[in-house]
């Protein structure tokens, strides 16, 4: 009788409540490692290594992935994901490091004269306080970071509504600068509660900015439904390099860094490669979600050549810093802009039929094209959109001219082309259930 016979046997044995006569059990030998399968009383399968004959670097190696990286890489998780996991240790590393010569330099400032292990102890400490106050104020910008995660993490810019200025937020950038003011304290040892707390309230932002954007770059890699998985090890593998960090944080405030002279030329250059290595992590994320920036791409790639770009094919085409830049081969779209900047009070009703069944406006002008979604808008509504203004200024390279017949053309030829249009992007692996506009500003009739 063959073993699988006998598997079944044994629980059609189970599944009728009568007790086994046998225990199943077999031996199976795969990369020179021996495991024993058993079928347990109760049905379930038990497995038990019974011999490993690999070499010791080889069951280390396989140790290691199965600690820090999700089960059944590299086919579980998108293309990228080893290189952010190596700039995401770099980056945990610089930062420990660094965190103990800003500790170590506050405690100066104050008059006191810690050890190196003194400081890291109190390092956890002195992360309250003004932190906390940022870390409140980010927080109310949680919309714009689902819009542009990546951006989000290096350097983020946002308006303030009714302002004549814009505030520039830079989590990773702030996060050095608030470092790089506490290692500097010691120089102005009377003003140590003002740079202290502005450079607590300088990475308190920037922690919040780092933690809103994590799930998002980690459901990027999930590719079979293992975000806990990813995010259980992602984590892992900070904690085993902030601990390394830290360690040689230690052993640089005891021998180069116990001068002023030793932490101004080490913490720049830890700074910079900090920075570097956020950068990399971000351009190696194929973020899937639909946002201006990404859409815009994706319309323009289809127009000019026909054909779909995956998210791994864009991430490095993606500007990180300035994403709102207008493409011209996707019709120069600007997204977000309130309806009554954009549609004067005597032209709304034309333009609500323009397109009636849609549930976007487009103002298409000389320089760009406004588009309002409206409150319950799609990714769809939004490519369907985006690609009519593509379309349109395509067709006015030839007649030189704007008009509302190039606009109703060029919706013609969006729905003849959007059925395959959207399956291929589907089939891309885009997720086109939603558009993160970023911005708040839609309209509803």
């Known amino acids: 009788m063959q073993i699988l016979d006998k598997i079944k046997m044994q629980i059609k044995d189970i599944a009728d409540g009568r007790p086994p006569k046998l225990p199943i059990s077999w031996v199976e030998i795969s990369n020179s490692v021996s495991r024993q399968y058993q079928f347990e009383t109760d049905g379930k399968l038990s497995v038990k290594m019974v011999d490993d004959s690999r070499p010791v670097p080889q069951r280390m190696a396989e140790s290691f992935l199965n600690k820090f990286f999700p089960s059944g890489y590299p086919y579980s998780v998108n293309e990228g994901y080893l ?12 930062s420990a490091a660094l965190s103990v010569l800003s500790t170590q330099s506050l405690l100066f400032a104050a008059g006191l004269r ?8 109190v ?28 951006r989000w993490r290096i350097l983020g810019l946002y308006d303030v509504p009714g302002a004549l200025f814009y505030a520039v937020i830079l989590p990773d950038v702030l996060y050095d600068l608030g470092t790089g003011l506490e290692v500097m304290s010691p120089l102005c040892p009377h003003l140590f509660l003002e740079v202290a707390g502005l450079g607590n309230f300088a990475k308190g932002m920037a922690v919040v900015a780092a933690r809103a954007t994590r799930l998002p770059i980690y459901s ?3 590719k079979e439904g293992n975000l806990s998985d990813l995010f259980a090890k992602g984590e892992a593998i900070s904690t085993l390099f902030n601990v390394l960090g830290l360690g040689t944080g230690i052993h640089l405030a005891s021998t180069i860094c116990s001068s002023m002279q030793g932490k101004l030329v080490v913490a720049p250059l830890l700074s910079v490669i900090h920075v570097y290595s956020v950068v990399e992590e971000m351009r190696a994320a194929p973020v899937n979600t639909l946002n201006p920036q990404r859409t815009a791409m994706i319309v323009a790639d289809f127009v000019k050549t026909g054909k779909i770009s995956s998210p791994a094919d864009l991430r490095y085409r993606e500007d990180l ?7 011209e081969d996707a019709g120069k779209v600007k ?38 979604l409206e409150h319950n808008a799609t990714g769809e509504d939004a490519l369907r959109g985006w690609l009519v203004a593509a ?5 006015e390279r030839l007649v030189h001219e704007p008009s509302v017949d190039i606009l109703l053309e060029a919706y013609d030829k969006m729905n003849y082309a959007f059925s395959p249009f959207l399956a291929e992007l589907q089939a891309k692996g885009w997720h086109t259930d939603r558009f993160l506009d970023g911005t708040g500003n839609r309209f509803a009739f």
């Open 391 to 395: 379309y349109a200024s395509d067709m």
């Open 83 to 94: 290189r952010y996991t190596q700039f995401r240790a770099l980056q945990h590393f610089t």
């Open 335 to 372: 997204v977000g802009r309130s309806l009554h900047e954009v549609v004067r009070p005597s032209n709304l009703q034309q333009f609500k039929e323009t397109f009636p069944e849609e549930k976007f406006l487009l103002n298409h002008g000389s320089r760009w094209t406004d588009m309002i």
């Open 114 to 121: 810690p050890t190196p292990a003194q400081a890291t102890a």
């Open 220 to 222: 990027s890699f999930a």
């Open 123 to 150: 390092s956890w400490i002195l992360r309250d306080g003004m932190q906390h106050v940022g870390k409140l104020i980010c927080s109310n910008l949680g919309a714009r970071m689902d819009s542009e995660p990546k």
């Open 321 to 327: 810093l300035f994403p709102g830049r207008l493409i």
